[in-house]
């Protein structure tokens, strides 16, 4: 199966911006590009289309206007439409499944209040195996050229956060980008230390030097597999979301991990990736891991 990268279009400026963003991504990393419409048939009869095959006609002209834009920009470029009749969510889960990444846009309303993901964009990122990239309009391409950062997110153990910088390194490659990887930590209860713990912390010189070493680790299979991507380690005390968040202009694209597994009230995002979705002015990747 041919590699590429799938946007979700509705025809609106924020997924324009989303297909722009995803089409760039595509040349950079030397894939095709598909461009779907997740459609479910709605009757409109004030606007004069009140049967399926007038509005599947719509949806067509419409990728088919998408997708003309887009090779009009990138001669070369392999693009390919779709329209994925169905449930939207699960429409876009499948499309997910089957590409190296799925972008969609999202709207913004200004810096506080930032992405307003809706039902739709929230739960795919929630389902999807593969990583999930969200574009707020007015993202431009002159960011991506600016000398701005990777940013991505490290916690836990070098597995917890595998995907995630595999992701990263594997853009900033294609960039040219630096990455910085982010490892926020806080003052555990005083019930949290245990005598297994005390003697790591103690062995590390303290908890700053024993979370930079943690990050180190976990950034030691991803520095010897890309040389000559540039690293800025990071290592900040506080929360997750707030220390990421605080990067946010620096960024040309935002990476963070979500726990792929469900609960009892279904698939989360997590709170951490919920606030930089939510908040970031960059384009976000989401990237499950087990």
């Known amino acids: 199966m041919t590699r590429r990268i799938t946007a979700g279009v509705d025809g609106t400026e924020e997924s324009l911006a989303a297909l722009a963003w995803a089409a760039r991504e595509a040349v950079r990393r030397g894939l095709a590009l598909r461009v779907v419409h997740a459609w479910q048939f709605e009757p409109y009869e004030a606007i004069g289309a009140a049967d399926p095959d007038t509005e599947a006609g719509w949806v067509r002209d419409m990728l088919a206007e998408a997708a003309g834009t ?30 190296e ?15 307003l993901l809706g039902s739709v964009g929230q ?5 999807a195996g593969r990583p999930v990239v969200l574009v707020r309009a007015g993202d431009e391409p002159a960011a991506e050229a600016s000398g701005r950062e990777i940013v991505v997110g490290q916690q836990g153990e070098p597995d917890d956060s595998a995907e995630a910088l595999r992701f990263a390194f594997e853009t900033a490659a294609a960039r040219g980008a630096t990455v910085r990887a ?32 943690a990050l180190e680790e976990a950034l030691r299979p991803w520095r010897e597999r890309f040389p000559d991507v540039a690293v800025v380690e990071h290592v900040e005390m506080g929360s997750a979301g707030q220390v990421l968040l605080s990067l946010a202009g620096r960024a040309q694209l935002m990476v963070v991990g979500r726990r792929a597994h469900r609960t009892a009230v279904g698939a989360r995002i997590g709170s951490v990736a919920h606030g930089v979705l939510h908040h970031a002015g960059c384009p976000v990747a989401v990237v499950p891991h087990g």
């Open 70 to 99: 887009v090779t009009g920009h990138h001669r070369g470029l392999e693009v390919s439409t779709d329209v994925l009749e169905g449930s939207p969510v699960e429409a876009l889960v499948a499309a997910a499944a089957e590409a």
């Open 101 to 115: 990444v799925l972008v969609l846009g999202s709207r913004g309303h200004g810096p506080v209040v930032g992405f």
């Open 123 to 127: 739960q795919v990122i929630a389902e």
């Open 182 to 213: 982010v490892r926020a930590w806080t003052l555990p209860p005083v019930f949290a230390y245990s005598p297994g713990s005390l003697k790591l912390l103690d062995e590390a010189g303290g908890l700053e030097p024993y979370e930079k070493k």
